[in-house]
DNA sequence: ACATAAGCATC
DNA sequence: ATCGGAC
DNA sequence: GTCCGATGATGCTTATGT
């Protein structure tokens, strides 16, 4: 492919927000594909290149015409920031000049950005950038069902695999791709439920799972070897051994497990998020603080468990790794479900997992009888300020700023706050338009984006909890913050104060000291 | 040598 | 992660 | 029912700046 043609089409699909058009233009890409050509794709990817680091963004592609394509490999490339800014900011023009300019760009990279970027954007996919897009397009080019393509790569558990098997073997190639133990599966998501029994309704009667705040892992066993994969299948096997070990002396040959790991203090509770993070992320680990919890089993002894229903492959989980199960209840009962939720939660837990006993692990995808079931929190908060939002929302004042009231204990009533996080989540279009027309009124300042508001305007905020901060002046974060809807009707003296932030911080369980101190 | 920022990961 | 919008 | 795009907080590692 020409660094012509490649700038053109990533022009065209850049310029298109209509999801067939950009499907039609890959497709037109791909068509012409032999076992021997090296092709490139192109995604688009949101967000703007950071301050300083524009010129990392261009260089990508003048490499991409000097790949060697020694191996029958279709290779896909996201192109980041280049194509964005190329979109944004060079404006009307032809492609030529537009090339001209990259060029230019291209040659004030430095080596170690070059380099960089080959690795980032040639022969790598950024994860779920555009991939049903790309799934739609391979199978359009080589006509095949888009299902056979999306299946294959989920199973194979990247996209390129699925598209190398298309072009090198057509169909049959796709239909031989399948789960592939000490290979990444796409693990299966769920979707939420407000409640137990909403959950339940939609499911009929499930394994009704403990919901833990951690960090995703699926563990793949063969003979002594273990690999291990977080939910995006990076590889971290290297950095939990004391996992490994544990995985190697399951009785059985061959296995393929999936579930969540957190940190579990000696009393029996869960660490905070943060602490599980940290322990999960350092890359020379002592990882015994980390402890693996799973809720199913793909694959054991050469048998594929995924198409059979969930209630089997318990069994095969339970005979194979009880005693590192789940928390879990089966039942058709709201009432025995809300009663599992419950202990949940008092054991310092997220929420739970309601799960249709009949459903199938449909690998990567958004099960319909998998429904995660959190308490929601509402705050009334004050907006402090707005971000100009990027994109499908460049022209409207976007991320808001919250503050927190703070605690005045004289009682006359403060008007000071802190601020706690920002959102720009739950905003429809329409609310984007009101709070756009309404911000400039009540603004002190502005600068680099973002403008600043006398406090003014209150917002009803969701979010699922808080954390404890460091970049925020009262020493919380909001974790998850939504907008529910703006709150004309209160006063600023109504607003949330930083103390009901803080009464949000998962508490800690006290010890057996200070359990006797309170109760003297 | 040390401090800060970028980049990527988890949720 | 979550959410709204587009398909 | 799905996918995409726009962004949230935080922790670790590596690159850059002084």
Redesign the pocket.
């Known amino acids: 492919m020409s660094f012509q043609a490649l700038v053109d089409t990533s022009s065209q699909v850049a310029a298109t927000?209509?999801?067939?058009e950009?499907t039609a233009l890959l497709a037109a890409l791909l068509a012409p594909l032999s076992p021997d050509d090296t092709v490139v794709a192109l995604?688009?990817?949101?967000?703007?290149?950071?301050?300083?680091?524009i010129g990392?963004g261009w260089s990508a592609i003048s490499n991409i015409d000097a790949q060697p394509s020694a191996t029958p490999t279709l290779k896909i490339a996201t192109i980041d920031a280049a194509i964005?800014a190329l979109a944004e900011t060079t404006g009307p023009g032809s492609a030529s000049r537009r090339a001209e300019q990259l060029h230019a760009l291209f040659s004030a990279a430095?080596a170690?950005?070059a380099d960089?970027l080959k690795r980032?954007f040639v022969g790598e996919i950024?994860?779920?950038?555009?991939?049903?897009?790309?799934?739609?397009a391979i199978a359009k080019a080589h006509g095949v069902p888009g299902t056979l393509v999306?299946r294959a790569a989920m199973l194979s558990g990247d996209l390129r695999r699925a598209a190398e098997a298309v072009v090198r073997d057509g169909r049959r190639g796709l239909e031989a791709l399948g789960l592939t133990v000490l290979t990444g599966v796409q693990p299966m998501?769920?979707?939420?439920s407000t409640d137990v029994a909403e959950a339940l309704a939609a499911t009929g009667p499930a394994s009704v799972e403990w919901k833990l705040?951690?960090?995703?892992i699926q563990v793949h066993r063969s003979g002594d070897e273990v690999q291990i994969f977080?939910?995006?299948?990076?590889d971290?096997t290297s950095r939990l051994p004391a996992m490994v070990a544990a995985v190697r002396s399951l009785p059985v040959a061959s296995v393929v497990l999936d579930g969540?790991t957190l940190s579990i203090g000696g009393d029996e509770r869960p660490e905070t998020?943060?602490?599980t993070?940290?322990?999960?992320?350092?890359?020379?680990?002592d990882d015994r603080g980390l402890r693996p919890f799973f809720f199913d089993i793909l694959h054991v002894d050469g048998r594929d468990l995924i198409d059979l229903p969930l209630h089997e492959r318990l069994a095969e989980l339970e005979r194979v790794a009880g005693q590192y199960r789940i928390p879990a209840e089966t039942t058709g009962d709201p009432a025995v479900a809300a009663t599992v939720l419950e202990q949940a939660l008092s054991s310092g837990h997220?929420g739970v997992m309601v799960k249709g006993l009949d459903g199938l692990y449909?690998a990567?995808?958004?099960?319909?009888s998998w429904r995660?079931v959190?308490p929601?929190h509402t705050l009334d908060l004050v907006v402090l300020g707005a971000?100009?939002?990027?994109?499908?929302?460049?022209g409207?004042l976007?991320?808001l700023h919250l503050g927190a009231r703070i605690d005045d204990a004289s009682g006359t009533g403060s008007d000071d706050f802190l601020m706690v996080?920002?959102?720009?989540?739950?905003?429809?279009?329409?609310l984007?338009r009101w709070q756009t027309a309404e911000f400039p009124a009540k603004v002190v300042s502005e600068s680099r984006g973002t403008v600043s508001l006398q406090p003014h305007f209150i917002v009803e905020i969701?979010l699922?909890g808080a954390?404890?901060?460091?970049?925020?002046p009262g020493g919380?974060?909001?974790?998850?913050?939504?907008?529910r809807r703006y709150r004309e009707d209160k006063l600023l003296s109504e607003v949330d104060t930083i103390n009901a932030v803080r009464k949000l911080l998962k508490e800690r369980p006290r010890q057996e000291s200070e359990k006797n101190d309170s109760s003297q």
């Open positions: 927000s209509k999801r067939t950009k995604g688009l990817l949101s967000g703007e290149p950071r301050q300083g680091r990392v964005v430095t170690s950005e960089y980032f950024r994860q779920g950038a555009l991939e049903g897009i790309l799934a739609d999306r998501l769920a979707s939420t705040d951690g960090a995703r977080t939910r995006n299948l990076n971290i969540e998020f943060q602490e993070m940290s322990r999960f992320s350092q890359d020379s680990p997220e449909q990567g995808r958004r099960g319909k995660k959190k929601v971000e100009w939002g990027h994109g499908r929302r460049s409207w976007s991320n996080g920002k959102t720009f989540k739950g905003l429809t279009d329409e984007l969701a699922d954390q404890s901060s460091t970049t925020y919380v974060a909001l974790r998850f913050a939504r907008v």
